[in-house]
């Protein structure tokens, strides 16, 4: 199922979001503050982010920003406002809807549901011609199919959902080889290094998006 981080400075609050959203059969993960958020966000990736505003020390449009700077993860934001002036600075920063409180759960689960909804027909990404499909499993270059390994497909799909965001070697084999793993880094760069002679190959000029971040993992640069 889904899985969704609430982020809101007051216990109540979250344990509220949590109880609807899990009756729903959503997973939730919760986040005290902006800085508790941004530290989750480096080690897990959510399907949607329930994002408060008025929280102390970073807002929730600082959030915001801050983690549109390298995840494109679909952010509901959660406040009491109601000013248009508002909703309109929430969606120019990169927040994909607007809830306020107090909410019906209803609501709240319905504008869910519509993200989702939204991301299932999103199955595609495509950059300059290069086009990654997770439906039919095929990464092609001007239409033509470049031949990659599972693994290799999975690596190359989390760096361009993601772009501008630092992938390390271990969250890579978190997500791609499972948690339990005893897959080592130098595995990782094994296939990073071969998907990256494959995709050169077809003409698509790789060196220019997919860089290696030294000593920590690799990212893509749209």
Not at 121 to 128: C, G, L, P, T
Request: charged share 30%; hydrophobic share 40%.
């Amino acid at each position: 199922m889904p899985t969704i981080l609430v982020v809101d400075d007051e216990s109540r609050m979250l344990d509220l979001i949590s109880f609807y959203l899990e009756a729903r059969g959503f997973t939730c993960e919760r986040a005290v503050s902006g800085n508790c958020a941004l530290e989750k966000m480096k080690h897990t990736i959510y399907d949607i982010v329930i994002l408060d505003v008025m929280m102390p020390n970073m807002d929730g449009w600082e959030v915001c920003k801050q983690i549109r700077l390298f995840s494109s993860v679909p952010i509901i934001m959660l406040t009491a406002r109601e000013e248009k002036k508002d909703i309109v600075k929430g969606l120019q920063i990169g927040a994909d809807d607007y809830i306020t409180k107090p909410f019906n759960e209803e609501e709240l689960v319905a504008r869910i549901d519509a993200l989702l909804r939204r991301l299932g027909k999103e199955k595609s990404i495509s950059y300059d011609g290069l086009v990654w499909e997770e439906t039919n499993h095929e990464l092609t270059y001007q239409g033509e199919v470049i031949p990659l390994t599972p693994k290799e497909f999975s690596i190359i799909g989390y760096l361009m959902k993601n772009p501008n965001r630092v992938f390390s070697r271990e969250q890579l084999i978190d997500l791609i080889w499972g948690m339990d793993s005893e897959t080592e880094g130098r595995t990782v760069d094994s296939h990073v290094r071969n998907m990256r002679d494959k995709v050169r190959k077809s003409g698509f000029p790789i060196d220019h998006c997919l860089k290696t971040v030294w000593g920590v993992g690799y990212k893509w640069i749209n």
